[in-house]
C-alpha cells in the first residue's frame, strides 16, 4: 500500500486506519514498519488519542523511539502525548531515544514527571541523561548527544574496526571515529572511509588527522552551526576545557537549531513574542502578539502627539496631510531593507570589526541614490497629478531625506544594539517602526512650516 510520488512517499492512510480498527496486528505492522520514521510519525500525529492507544499496543517502546525521534510537536505537545501512555512504555520508549533527543522531551516536564521517567530507566541512561540535563539551555552540552564511536590512539585499525562494529547500532554516526588518549582526550578523528581503506596493523595516531575542529559545552549553538556550515561537517566534537570527549553534535539537530533561531528571528521581526503555530487557538496566538502591538500603540502616539505640534501648518495647507502616509510608507520600507541586510549579516557572521562601517557607509550611498531618484519621481508625478510643482518639490525632497535617515538607522541601530548584547532582530518592532514615522513627519512638516509663504 506504498506507492512512489514526485514529491515523496505515499501511503494509504485508510487502510492503516482500517487494520488499527479490525485490530490486525501483524498486517499492520508489516505495511506500517515498512514506512520511513517521517511518514509513520505524520500517520501518528494525524490520528486521534484513541486510534494511538491501539498503535501502543502494537508497537513495541523501541519502535515508539523511532517515531518520536521523527516528530515534528510544539514543545508544549510531549507532554499530552507522553500522558497518553503507560507511563512504564514512556520511560522504556525514552531510554531507547538518543540521549540529546530524550533529554529535549524530557526539559518539557515538570520536575516531578521527569523523574517519574527517570526512576524507571536503567542507571547508564539515567546518568548520561542528568549529565545532559545540567547543560545551560541553547548551549552545546544541551544538544550533544552520548552516543559516538571513539577508540583508543594506541589501537591497530583491525581493533578500530571491531569497536566500530559494536558500536555502529547505537552510535548515531559513523561515518566520523574520535580518537582520544588515556584520558579521554580528544587528540584526532578520522573518517569511515580513512579506516576502511587502512592497513589493518597500522595504528590508529598514525593514519588519524590531529587537525581537530571542535566545540566546547559552554559554545552557543549558533556558534556550533556556523562552524558546521562553514565546515560542511556532519557531525562536530563537543569537549571540556581540558579537551576531555564529552559527545557530538550531528548535522541533524544542527538543522533543528537553524530553523528555531531562523523561527524566532522572524517573530521578533514581525514583532511577535515568540512564533506562533497555525493549529493554536486565537487566545494562544493573540497572546503572542499582543505585547509588542501594545508597546508599537503607545509608541505611535509619538507620531500623533507630533501632528498635533504642526497642526497650524496642516490647517493653512491641507493637501500636505494627503502625502504624510506616502512618506512614512516610503521610509518605513526602505528601513526594513536595510535592517533586513543588517540583522542577515551579523546572523551569519559576515558584519564584524571594519565590516560595520563599510556597511553602515554602504547602506549612506545607498539611501542617498534611493532618495534622489524617488524624491525626483514623486516632483514629476505631484506636479502632473496636483498641478503645483512647490509642493511636489516639498514631497520629494522630504521622501528623500526620510529614506536616507531610515536606511541609515535600519542598519545602524542592529549593529548598536548586538554590540550591546541585545538581540538585533528586536530592533524591527519598537524601534525601526517608531524612528521612522518621528523622523520622516518632522522632516516633512518641518521643512512645510519653514516654506509655509512659499506654499501658499
Known amino acids: 500500500m ?8 505515499h501511503f494509504d492512510e485508510s487502510f492503516l486506519r482500517m487494520l488499527l480498527d479490525e485490530e490486525n496486528i501483524e498486517t499492520f505492522r508489516e505495511h506500517f514498519l515498512e514506512l520511513h520514521p517521517y511518514d509513520q510519525a ?34 508544549d505537545e510531549y507532554e499530552n502525548y507522553l500522558n497518553e501512555m503507560d507511563t512504564s512504555y514512556g ?3 525514552l ?16 520536575t516531578e514527571q521527569r523523574e517519574n521517567y527517570l526512576d524507571m530507566m536503567d542507571d547508564e541512561t539515567v546518568e548520561e541523561i542528568n549529565e545532559l540535563l545540567g547543560y545551560e539551555e541553547y548551549t552545546a552540552g544541551a544538544i550533544m548527544t552520548k552516543e559516538y564511536v571513539s577508540v583508543q590512539e594506541t589501537a591497530t585499525v583491525r581493533e578500530a574496526m571491531r569497536v566500530l562494529r ?5 552510535a548515531e554516526t559513523i561515518y566520523y571515529i574520535f580518537v582520544v588518549n588515556d584520558q579521554h582526550q580528544l587528540c584526532g578523528v578520522l573518517s569511515l572511509r580513512e579506516l576502511i581503506v587502512a592497513e589493518g596493523d597500522l595504528y590508529v595516531r598514525d593514519i588519524m588527522s590531529d587537525r581537530i575542529v571542535s566545540v566546547k559545552v559552554t559554545d552557543d549553538q549558533e556558534k556550533v552551526a556556523t ?13 571540556t576545557d581540558e579537551r576531555e570527549l564529552q559527545g557530538i553534535i550531528t548535522v541533524d539537530d544542527i538543522i533543528d537549531v537553524i530553523d528555531e533561531e531562523a523561527e524566532d528571528d522572524y517573530s521578533k521581526l514581525a514583532g511577535i513574542s515568540d512564533m506562533d503555530d497555525i493549529d493554536s487557538g486565537p487566545i494562544k496566538a493573540a497572546g503572542k502578539r499582543l505585547p509588542w502591538l501594545i508597546i508599537l500603540l503607545f509608541l505611535g502616539m509619538i507620531t500623533s502627539g507630533l501632528m498635533g505640534i504642526f497642526e497650524a501648518t496642516l490647517d493653512k495647507v491641507a493637501l500636505l496631510a494627503t502625502f504624510i502616509p506616502l512618506i512614512s510608507g516610503t521610509s518605513g520600507n526602505s528601513g526594513t531593507q536595510a535592517l533586513a541586510v543588517a540583522i542577515r549579516g551579523i546572523a551569519t557572521g559576515d558584519i564584524g570589526g571594519k565590516s560595520k562601517f563599510r556597511l553602515v557607509l554602504r547602506e549612506l550611498s545607498t539611501g542617498l541614490i534611493m532618495g534622489l531618484v524617488s524624491g525626483a519621481l514623486v516632483v514629476g508625478i505631484i506636479f502632473v497629478w496636483k498641478g503645483t510643482f512647490i509642493i511636489g518639490l516639498l514631497v520629494g525632497a522630504a521622501i528623500c531625506c526620510s ?12 549593529i548598536i544594539m548586538h554590540k550591546l548584547g541585545v538581540d538585533p532582530a528586536v530592533a524591527s518592532g519598537p524601534f525601526i517602526t517608531t524612528l521612522n514615522d518621528v523622523t520622516s513627519i518632522v522632516i516633512y512638516l518641518g521643512l512645510a512650516s519653514t516654506f509655509i509663504n512659499q506654499i501658499m
Open 403 to 414: 529614506i536616507i535617515v531610515a536606511t541609515l538607522a535600519g542598519s545602524f541601530i542592529p
Open 91 to 93: 520511560a522504556a520508549m
Open 227 to 239: 562552524l558546521m556550515r562553514d565546515y560542511n561537517f556532519i557531525a562536530i566534537p563537543v569537549i
Open 42 to 75: 505524520q500517520f501518528y500525529e494525524e490520528v486521534g488519542p484513541d486510534i494511538r492507544q491501539t498503535i501502543y499496543q502494537f508497537l513495541s517502546p523501541q519502535e515508539m523511539a523511532q517515531i518520536f525521534e521523527a516528530i515534528e510537536l510544539d514543545d
Open 95 to 110: 531510554g531507547f531515544m538518543y540521549t540529546d533527543d530524550a533529554v529535549d522531551i524530557l526539559n518539557e516536564l515538570d
Open 166 to 170: 559494536q558500536e555502529a547500532q547505537t
Open 2 to 9: 506504498i506507492e512512489e510520488k514526485n514529491n515523496g512517499v
